[in-house]
């Protein structure tokens, strides 16, 4: 159906219903999904690409052992599909508790189990680019530990020394092969910092590689604290009551924890109330192998060797090769998911000094800085608002701030109704906010 052409391509619709016609467009967007899934071991199992219909849960022998490959978004709302009979998404949602702050825990928790201070801070930017996060944060740390005598803030955190030294580790060869004069151990700040900002990308995104096994690995540990130090609901076992009688369920990953990176906030907490459930389980290991036995049953053999028979054993391998087109190719500076775009998006304007000279900006940036620019240039108002407790408003609920004050009953209203009249609020901590504050 799809026929390209030098300036786009036309689909032609015709091939579906006679009386369709074709359509010229500038770009395609093909969001149909990865297409067939892999299946390198040639097994007779089921897959959670194909999960969703209640036939494939609701015919299991009782009692009975089901393992799930894999514990994303879709591996856990697959395990609650399997634990409770008719399950209903509104489960879950029932025992989401917004009025107790749980955004704002797993929102604030996940910044600071997520390391984004180590793999997604801003402080490239102060270099102009062209350095990758973890090489920063590593180049602040001997920065830190030349200039402070204080003791190293991450002294009794074995997790983030393992990260720091393993950076350590694959700078230092780096470091020797330019032939400098200073050992590495010694060698002061300004050296390192020239020394860093000639790394070439390439060699920059090798230690990412390098040292993104150990972070996942510390990440995941960090999301399992963050997770089970948040209490179960007061009506949870209620919710106990509604799982299928007999089953036991296996949640199989790669990672120390049943949390990733790649978990959503949202099912943070699902993952939470999963584990939480009678016969449930996590257990760390790669699926080497699964093979079906007597009484249509299914053993799987993991990488250390061990073996276990289940009844069901679901699985996800990811796209296979076949029809595979270039666009599923990632570029390498998406490595670290989420965090980087694949290509920086330019764009050429005039400048408004002379119109007949041109110039490449960053269209969010120019955007960004012309708006600040317009802002400044209105009059500053009397009223004044904190920036602080408008944040905790909106983290922890508008509910649990009732001050019966026109500005913070409802702040993001009175602040985009300021903006659209032309006038600038005054941002500080006045003494309202800070009473608030210190009252809360």
Not at 214 to 232: F, G, K, N, Q, Y
């Given at each position: ?13 015709s ?19 990865f ?6 071991l ?7 690409w ?6 494939i ?47 704002a825990?797993?929102?604030?928790g ?9 793999f997604?801070?801003?402080e ?12 920063v ?13 204080a ?51 390439p ?22 604290e ?11 076992n ?5 799982t299928?009688p ?42 080497e ?30 796209p ?32 408004p ?10 269209p ?38 009732p ?16 903006l659209r009249?032309g ?18």
């Amino acid at each position: 159906m799809v026929h390209p052409r030098p300036d786009g391509v036309d689909i032609d619709f015709s091939v579906c219903d006679p009386d369709w016609s074709c359509v010229a467009v500038d770009l395609l967007i093909d969001a149909t999904g990865f297409g067939e899934e892999a299946n390198p071991l040639d097994v007779l199992d089921f897959s959670y690409w194909e999960s969703g219909h209640r036939l494939i849960y609701d015919h299991l022998p009782t009692p009975a052992k089901v393992l799930i490959s894999g514990c994303g978004d879709s591996g856990v709302i697959e395990g609650l599909h399997y634990a409770f009979a008719d399950f209903r998404h509104e489960y879950v949602t029932a025992l989401w508790r917004s009025h107790s702050g749980l955004e704002a825990r797993i929102d604030l928790g996940l910044e600071n189990a997520r390391l984004t201070s180590i793999f997604a801070s801003e402080e490239p930017e102060r270099y102009g680019g062209g350095i990758l996060s973890e090489v920063v944060w590593w180049l602040d740390q001997r920065h830190f530990m030349e200039f402070n005598r204080a003791p190293w803030q991450y002294d009794n955190d074995p997790f983030i020394s393992a990260i720091y030294e393993q950076l350590n580790n694959l700078i230092k060869p780096l470091y020797e092969a330019t032939g400098a004069s200073e050992p590495f151990e010694t060698a002061d700040w300004s050296g390192l910092e020239a020394f860093t900002l000639s790394l070439p990308l390439p060699a920059q995104f090798d230690i990412r590689e390098s040292v993104r096994p150990l972070a996942d690995e510390v990440i995941s540990r960090l999301i399992d604290e963050l997770a089970t130090s948040i209490d179960l609901p007061q009506d949870f076992n209620e919710f106990t009551a509604l799982t299928r009688p007999g089953l036991s369920i296996t949640i199989n990953g790669l990672m120390p924890t049943a949390y990733t990176r790649q978990l959503s906030p949202y099912n943070i907490w699902t993952m939470r109330l999963l584990l939480a459930l009678p016969g449930v389980r996590y257990r760390q290991g790669a699926i080497e192998q699964v093979m079906r036995r007597g009484g249509n049953r299914f053993e799987a053999i993991f990488s250390d060797g061990s073996r276990d028979v289940f009844d069901r054993i679901v699985t996800r391998y990811g796209p296979g090769k076949r029809g595979e087109s270039v666009i599923a190719h990632r570029n390498r500076r998406d490595t670290l998911s989420g965090d980087w775009l694949l290509v920086e998006v330019e764009a050429e304007v005039s400048d408004p000094q002379d119109v007949s000279q041109r110039r490449i900006v960053d269209p969010a940036r120019a955007a960004i800085i012309d708006g600040l620019a317009e802002l400044d240039s209105r009059p500053l108002e009397a009223n004044t608002l904190s920036k602080n407790l408008v944040a905790r408003i909106i983290s922890l609920g508008q509910g649990n701030f009732p001050l019966n004050d026109p500005i913070y009953d409802d702040p993001i209203r009175w602040l985009a109704n300021e903006l659209r009249a032309g006038r600038r609020p005054h941002y500080g901590l006045d003494r309202r906010a800070r009473t608030a504050l210190v009252r809360r």
